[in-house]
């Protein structure tokens, strides 16, 4: 597609979206990979847009890949882009739980009055997006230690890299941005691979895992572990026969028995 010529217009991208305030601090930030090869194909980060601006960034994402699916981070900030979403008609192209019908919740809707409809709309904001909870964001940084070290030659975009070399690791086992730093970009990156890895039937979005390339490395490694087990030998088990040692050792003994009488 000549008007988009940086994308597949195919492709499912996975379009991970980290919120911040727009005050001039922490940066939103938006990192879109390719779920078959886990190439960082754009990213996006600024500490002055604000929730309204960025929603019309997504919008204009959503035009321009048309199949990408956004992973956002629903977090306090994170839930006015929610509600604007649930506002529009990109529902579907939001990552949300599967208790989550929207099509079912969009005819309900209009046969509700505005109390209930309110209501509905308060329980669903908590459907779309991820809520990073302390062990949700141990599981996300977990997997990210995976993918920089068996996937890094995947993860070559600047700010990407800036923000993972900035990553230090507390005291208390927390990781996140060094002084000064800042890791938007690595939890929208985290929003990615959280989804790519644990999301509940990406079919539904078209991803078929099956043609996830990277997967392959595993495979082969796997059976290449499983071809040396089989050459391992347990010495602990005893053999059924004599080894050759054993024979030898006894002729040697029956000798040294002969020799003395």
Sequence with gaps: NSSTPYFDIN??????????TGSGKDNSAIVIINPYTLDVVAEFKSPYIGVVELMKVITTIASIVPKGIFCLESNSIGKSIVDMVLHTKMEHRFYYDPQLDITKNAIRKGNMDELASMKA?????????????PSTRDTMFKLLQRYVHDFKEHIYSQYLVDDICSLIRKKNGRIEAGPGAHDDIVMAYNHCIYVLTYGYNLM????????CSYEKTY????EYDEQEDEKIVDNMIPYDHPTEYEE???DELIDMVNNRT
């Design 248 to 250: 030898q050792f006894r």
């Design 204 to 211: 539904r979005y078209g991803i078929d895992k099956t043609r």
């Design 121 to 133: 709309q308060s329980k669903e904001r908590g459907y779309i997006g991820t809520n990073v909870s």
């Design 11 to 20: 492709i499912p991208y996975i379009i991970g979206v980290d919120v911040a």
């Design 219 to 222: 495979d082969v490694l796997k």
